[in-house]
């Protein structure tokens, strides 16, 4: 693949490995961002403090020098509004999938099936823009909003898209690290493989995920706490993928990757909104610099090596049938 220039990076003495300042050049992939949500609408909690702006965010993601971002879609409603956004340029792409915490809606008007048929009718409809199945998965932290019982049944229901049409999975996983992979295991020989994705979970949970083949994302929400850093430094950089989950999951001061980072953008308060300029505490996929500047601090890796590397992940995980 002929890969072009898209990001001029100065290497600072702050990483272990550089002796001195040299040009490199970095491809990023953001496997989950979830451009639908409407703080990128300009409304937050429903209340309106500006203009829609995701134009400006996909701008900004641009001259990052992200190649490609995955937009993340939970629910029959999301995953139309992505479909549109997706065709609407050649870098973004879509899942198709019901989150575990909306499993609810297969039920909502008494008709699973029909649900289940709608999540297939847009698979086939996009398939020049589908890559993943999901974002689905189990996720005991909300159990207020859907069952485990119900997140379970639903998630193994939509294994069967995975199967039917080749696709990997995105996964969700929140404190329902046994029964996700028990339900893998069970379904292990006829999946294509998948993406846990902001991944904040033990060592032990990691090695399990990646000894049935999976890969692991990585975004704000994965680099909290030492114990976090631990464990990302321990995960081969053939099975990393990068993401921001935003407009969550960003980077916050309080984080323990936080001191790492280098490259921060110009941002205001959403009520002082001004084009040009991202607004504070609301993520996006520009930022994703910022996971790549703590992983290679913590693991010690130069940004263009590992930048290639999960690149690379990303093309053969999600795009290799294109």
Not at 95 to 107: A, D, I, K, L, Q
Not at 190 to 206: C, E, I, P, R
């Amino acid at each position: 693949m002929l890969l072009e220039v898209i990001f001029i990076y100065v290497l600072v003495p702050k990483y272990p490995m550089a002796t001195m300042k040299k040009f490199i050049v970095l491809f990023l992939t953001d496997i989950g961002a979830n451009l639908n949500d409407m703080m990128y609408k300009g409304v937050y909690h429903g209340s309106v403090k500006h203009k829609p702006d995701l134009q400006d965010v996909l701008n900004r993601a641009w001259d990052t020098g992200l190649k490609k971002i995955i937009i993340t879609a939970g629910s029959v409603e999301d995953i139309n509004e992505s479909l549109v956004l997706a065709q609407s340029d050649d870098r973004l792409y879509t899942t198709v999938g019901c989150h575990p915490t909306r499993c609810g809606e297969f039920e909502q008007k008494g008709d699973p099936n029909g649900y289940m048929q709608s999540l297939i009718d847009f698979v086939e409809k996009g398939k020049n823009k589908i890559v993943a199945i999901g974002e689905c998965g189990l996720d005991y932290d909300r159990i207020n909003f859907c069952p485990k019982e119900i997140q379970k049944k639903y998630f193994e229901k939509q294994l069967e898209l995975s199967k039917r049409f080749n696709l990997p999975l995105f996964l969700h996983c929140r404190n329902a690290g046994d029964d996700l992979l028990e339900i893998l295991k069970g379904h292990q020989s006829n999946l294509s493989g998948g993406v846990v994705h902001s991944f904040d979970g033990t060592w032990d949970l990691a090695n399990e995920i990646l000894n049935l083949g999976y890969h692991i994302g990585v975004n704000g929400c994965s680099l909290k706490t030492e114990e976090n850093l631990s464990v990302v430094k321990k995960i081969p950089a053939e099975r990393l993928m990068l993401e921001t989950d935003c407009p969550w999951c960003e980077v916050r001061p309080s984080h323990a990757g936080y001191k790492y980072i280098k490259t921060f953008q110009k941002s205001v308060k959403k009520e002082k909104w001004q084009e040009g300029y991202a607004v504070k505490s609301r993520n996006e996929p520009a930022n994703i610099i910022q996971v790549l500047e703590i992983l290679c601090a913590i693991r010690n890796e130069d940004p263009q090596w590992l930048s290639e590397i999960t690149f690379n992940n990303t093309e053969k995980l999600f795009f290799s049938r294109f």
